[in-house]
């Protein structure tokens, strides 16, 4: 049984578009890219979803609180579901809210940081880091990403960089699913299905 640890923030948990800030919505199970994943994978692979609405990389956030840090509570997810045969890191979106103001080049290497200290840890076989799709300033999280669109120019490129440096999987997200118009930053069913299906092809080139 090949483990697959999806480690992202609301678009792996499976956040539908939000109406307004701090929203609750969520697609229904079978519809969030990381089910579609493992329906397309099939028997063998047990896919483990490892979503948090609002985690950035290696940020504490002093508006939403709630543990949002990736890095701080990393080493405990790891070691929860050790062995891990493949580990799928997206993230990114959350570090370009305006009130972190930091550039796609430290969002790259935040995100090198959790490659590395996962790989520190020894339960991890392999990764896959996902570029995530780009956001845009709309609809109700509009506010928030102020800025994000110039922020993130260059982000895609950054982390392909890093994940060749690193000698790792890559793949971007953008090339399938696109945020909606509603906030900017959620994905419609659509584009977590067509993402699913286009990584299942991916991961088990790389776990062969």
């Not at 692979?45 to 890095?71: A, F, K, S, Y």
């Not at 570029?131 to 669109?149: D, H, I, K, N, T």
């Not at 993130?152 to 060749?164: I, K």
Request: proline share 7%.
């Amino acid at each position: 049984m090949a483990v697959i640890l999806c480690f992202g923030d609301s678009n792996t948990h499976g956040t539908a578009p939000l109406d307004r800030p701090g929203g609750q919505a969520r697609h229904p199970k079978g519809q969030r890219w990381p089910d579609v994943l493992a329906a397309e994978l099939g028997d063998g692979h047990e896919v483990i979803p490892e979503g948090l609405p609002g985690r950035t990389t290696v940020h504490d956030d002093p508006v939403e609180g709630g543990c949002r840090n990736g890095q701080a509570v990393l080493t405990a997810i790891l070691h929860t579901h050790r062995p891990i045969d493949l580990m799928l890191i997206m993230l990114g979106t959350n570090d370009l809210k305006n009130r972190f103001s930091v550039t796609a080049w430290e969002i790259a290497r935040s995100v090198e940081r959790l490659v590395i200290m996962s790989r520190a840890e020894a339960v991890v076989s392999d990764f896959m880091v996902i570029a995530p799709a780009p956001v845009r300033e709309c609809g109700a999280l509009e506010a928030p990403y102020l800025g994000a669109e110039a922020r993130q120019q260059g982000l895609t490129e950054r982390l392909a960089e890093m994940a060749g440096r690193q000698g790792i999987g890559f793949f971007d997200a953008g090339q399938y699913a696109t945020v909606s118009p509603k906030d900017g930053v959620h994905w419609e069913p659509e584009s977590h299905i067509a993402l699913g299906q286009a990584l299942a092809p991916a991961i088990r080139a790389r776990l062969s």
